[in-house]
């Protein structure tokens, strides 16, 4: 008999009730360090206090009114995003896979609206971008695709870091490239600073236009706001989700003028997107993250972190092989398989998340304390010495 929860997950043996700072609890009491942060979301860690607040207070005043009307707090944080970063606009939605179905629209929009026959799309190999129609098609991997064809047409797979198959597949037929720059569900495998130049270039070589898919390494991840402001150059589209909502389902595109002209009114929508009680959270979320001084401890904080899980390669050469990633968003490289190590992290009560290339994921809350680190890394060292 199916499930009354259709069984799409492999769910780990726990359930939590509670959850405080970097740690969530079981019914029974059993605490567990969290470094997966409901996969890079939860930023600010569990019931934080100040996200707890700007919750419960609006929660009390207003919950939804659609999109019919004005809602102060998406003026707001569409202020704060377009201040914060390259962008000159902002649309919000529920989820990062919301983001990526906009952010493909509006750059098959921007080509529409100049009379151009223009769509292609250019992705990468082991790229994520949500299970929607367009996620899926974008990411292109037969484990997404399969059975579920026929699939949304238009998107073209270049192997990721083959720079002569991009070369070639680039072309004035060319709508856009989307790319994460950092992989997230492909393990944890960023795109080097030089190499997003590069891209930059060839995109305005033939006026593509460069979508970024923020959604797990943006909102302060790597120790600035966005993953790309480290390589210096700017996207024209951007998906964000994940940490933007500390945990409340919140997500958005950010683009330029340019890229955004074909989006005017009754071209795109969402009834719940930017409601009243995800605008409040964002904001508070934004208001702590979208700070140096928040930045640079994020930045500190992943110093001790990487320190730690190099001596863990160190210690544990059978187990593990590198590490990988910037800032929080980093990746343990296994070379005993990945879902072993992240079942001996449940047994020592630490939690990390799967991903591709045989990689464990750890992505703690960006607020983690440094004896919460440092408890990190004895948990994992006990898991890895029972393996
Ligand atoms: C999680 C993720 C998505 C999809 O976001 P959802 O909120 O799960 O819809 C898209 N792109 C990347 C890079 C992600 O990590």
């Known amino acids: 008999m199916i499930p009354s929860i259709l069984p799409t997950y492999n769910r780990a043996p726990m359930s939590f009730v509670a959850g405080e700072g970097s740690w969530l609890i079981e019914e029974d009491g059993r605490r567990f360090l969290d470094l997966g942060a409901g996969i890079a979301v939860n930023v600010l860690g569990h019931a934080n206090a ?3 607040a700007a919750l419960t207070e609006q929660a009390g005043k207003l919950w939804h009114t659609s999109n019919l009307y004005g809602i102060p707090g998406q003026q707001e944080l569409a202020d704060r995003l377009v201040e914060a970063t390259f962008a000159d606009t902002a649309f919000f939605t529920n989820s990062g896979t919301e983001a990526c179905e906009l952010a493909v629209k509006m750059a098959r929009k921007y080509w529409s609206e100049k009379g151009e026959d223009r769509f292609e799309i250019i992705a990468f190999t082991g790229s994520f971008h949500g299970r929607s129609a367009a996620g899926i098609a974008a990411a292109g991997s037969e484990k997404m695709t399969h059975g579920f064809g026929p699939l949304l047409p238009g998107f073209t797979h270049v192997p990721f870091g083959d720079h002569e198959a991009l070369k070639a597949a680039m072309s004035d037929k060319i709508a856009a490239v989307i790319v994460e720059p950092i992989q997230g569900e492909g393990g944890i495998i960023p795109v080097p600073d030089q190499c997003l130049k590069g891209l930059r270039d060839a995109c305005d070589e033939v006026g593509a236009l460069l979508i970024f898919d923020e959604v797990q390494c943006g909102v302060g991840r790597t120790g600035k706001l966005f993953a790309h402001e480290w390589s210096g150059i700017t996207p024209d589209i951007m998906m964000v989700a994940k940490g933007i909502g500390g945990g409340f389902p919140l997500g958005a595109v950010l683009a330029t003028e340019s890229a955004a002209v074909g989006m005017t009114a009754g071209t795109h929508g969402s009834t719940y997107g930017g409601n009243p009680l995800a605008m409040a959270v964002g904001n508070a979320v934004m ?18 972190l990487r320190q730690g899980l190099e001596g863990l390669v160190a210690n544990h050469p059978d187990v593990f092989e590198s590490v990988r990633g910037s800032g ?9 398989s ?8 449940y047994e020592a009560q630490v939690l990390t998340v799967p991903a591709a290339d045989n990689a464990v994921r750890i992505l703690p809350p960006l607020n983690i304390s440094d004896d919460d680190t440092s408890e990190a890394i004895r948990r994992l060292d006990q898991a890895a010495a029972s393996l």
């Open 287 to 304: 208001k702590i993250v979208a700070t140096d001084d928040f930045l640079a401890e994020v930045s500190r904080k992943s110093g001790a």
């Open 50 to 52: 100040d996200l707890v």
């Open 328 to 336: 929080l968003m980093l990746g343990l490289k296994c070379k005993v």
């Open 338 to 345: 990945n879902t072993d190590v992240v079942s001996a992290g």
